[in-house]
């Protein structure tokens, strides 16, 4: 009798029970998110950095309109690695941001509401905005004969600290609107779009929703941030005036062709790389 009880005990003991997913700490949520947002940017701008020119190329009034469509390989990709060298740390710290608020604020393990994911990642994309709008100050001032870096230089040299801060309101604006729909929008609508047809087909309809969407919202600012990059002295409120008044709703929306089948490639590419690397970097048990 006491043998079966010593029996019964142990196998009680040894029994773990149905396996559970490993969890992970704050820390490392911050971490994965950083490394999920660093490959999300680098795979996009592999892709969509022509596209990024191009719709520069319309926004920029000092291009005559003859010269604007271009399909050489030698102007579509200027200054594509130093925006891929940037966009990684760029969308590290929007997507390691919202998770560090999403760890700080909503960490009791309720589900998290449409409104504080909205919220969580606007702020990062708004907080990135330190990094991206300089670099694309720099980008779009570049030319053939002065590269990234001289460009970078010349602009400090003639201009100092402040000089690189033109553009930078209208680029948060922009950055929040895109984060959100890349971070939020593009996932939230493929798991509708799931309902009605395949994975693959949901990523690229979810994808392209909220990208076309996110575009069409966050043109405006965009089109006042290039303006200011590429000549216009006059602050963000100022130009929108000037714009509205000169060429009406049109002259805000430049470029918008570009963009939004820009920013719909990324909403999609992005979204897709960040959940699939997510789902590669979860703790096994």
Request: net charge positive.
């Amino acid at each position: 009798f006491r043998i079966r009880i010593k029996i019964i005990c142990r196998s009680v003991l040894m029994h773990k029970g149905p396996k559970e997913e490993a969890k992970s700490s704050p820390s490392q949520d911050i971490g994965k998110s950083i490394v999920t947002g660093g490959i999300a940017g680098a795979v996009e701008v592999g892709v969509d950095h022509p596209l990024w020119r191009l719709k520069t190329r319309y926004q920029d009034d000092s291009i005559p309109k003859n010269q604007k469509l271009t399909f050489d390989p030698r102007i579509l990709y200027r200054g594509w690695i130093p925006n891929m060298l940037s966009m990684v740390p760029i969308t590290a710290v929007q997507v390691g941001t919202a998770e560090a608020l999403k760890s700080w604020f909503s960490n009791d393990g309720t589900p998290l509401s449409k409104i504080k994911a909205i919220a969580y990642n606007a702020t990062g994309g708004a907080f990135s905005a330190i990094m991206s709008s300089p670099t694309e100050l720099v980008m779009a001032q570049q030319t053939s004969d002065r590269g990234f870096i001289a460009t970078l230089k010349h602009i400090y040299q003639t201009q100092g600290v402040q000089g690189l801060t033109r553009g930078m309101f209208g680029t948060a604006v922009r950055d929040a609107k895109f984060t959100v729909g890349y971070g939020f929008a593009g996932p939230y609508l493929k798991e509708r779009f799931a309902e009605i047809m395949s994975e693959g087909q949901a990523s690229v309809a979810g994808g392209a929703t909220a990208g076309v969407g996110v575009a069409a919202l966050s043109q405006p600012w965009d089109s006042l941030k290039t303006a200011q990059q590429t000549g216009s002295n006059l602050s963000c409120w100022e130009l929108a005036k000037q714009k509205l008044k000169q060429e009406g709703i049109a002259g805000l929306y430049k470029g918008s062709f570009w963009r939004m089948s820009r920013v719909a490639s990324a909403t999609m590419l992005m979204s897709e790389t960040a959940d699939r690397v997510s789902t590669y970097l979860k703790p096994k048990s």
